[in-house]
């Protein structure tokens, strides 16, 4: 009899879950959760002569996929969506920029150092 009851109260906790919208059984043996994103290399400033191109680079760890999202002066730069990004030809005028990257992933995220240009 008390396997009985056992069985209908998983049942009706199972059921509760899927009513919620919830797998039930996917988490209940404790699985693993996703770790969110650390930059393991920081982007380094790098010093170029006008009409050369900067590179930035980082490396991160985490639960894959993991995303980037690189900005100049604080605006997101259009596409520049890789661990690494190469600035178009420089003018004097980049002079000082500052770049950083949001790195995320399902867990979370974390921003970079900035780095400067020329």
Do not use: E
Not at 50 to 62: D, I
Not at 85 to 94: G, H, I, K, L, V
């Amino acid at each position: 009899m008390r396997r009985t009851i056992l069985a209908f109260q998983l049942t009706a906790v199972l059921a509760a879950f899927s009513a919620a919208g919830c797998s039930g059984l996917a988490n209940f043996g404790g699985g693993t959760q996703p770790v969110a994103p650390s930059l393991t290399v920081q982007p380094v400033s790098v010093t170029v002569i006008a009409g050369q191109a900067a590179t930035f680079s980082v490396s991160a760890s985490g639960t894959a996929p993991i995303s980037y999202r690189w900005h100049k002066n604080g605006t997101n730069i259009s596409g520049a969506t890789a661990s690494s990004y190469t600035t178009p030809a420089t003018t004097t005028a980049d002079s000082g920029s500052k770049f950083d990257v949001v790195v995320s992933n399902t867990a979370g995220s974390m921003t970079s150092s900035q780095a400067r240009s020329p």
